[in-house]
């Protein structure tokens, strides 16, 4: 299952999110973030995120 932003109004540009193995984490103009289809769905930004953004999916 890949990582997917559903919560992105919550996303205030912490970055604690930036540990992606996969380099498949990266931020938007507005420091959301984004994540990009090189996911391996390891879970680790998820449980980095302290405001809930991201879900498994
Ligand atoms: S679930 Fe793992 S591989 Fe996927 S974006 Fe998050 S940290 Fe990267
Ligand atoms: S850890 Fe959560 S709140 Fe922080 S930048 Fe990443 S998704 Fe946004």
Redesign the pocket.
Known sequence: MPAV?TN?D?????????VCPASA?S?DGE???VISADCVGCGA?KD???????EMQ
């Open positions: 932003a992105l919550a996303c205030c540009g912490c970055q604690s999110c930036n984490i931020y420091n959301k973030v930004c980095s995120c302290p405001c809930g953004v991201i």
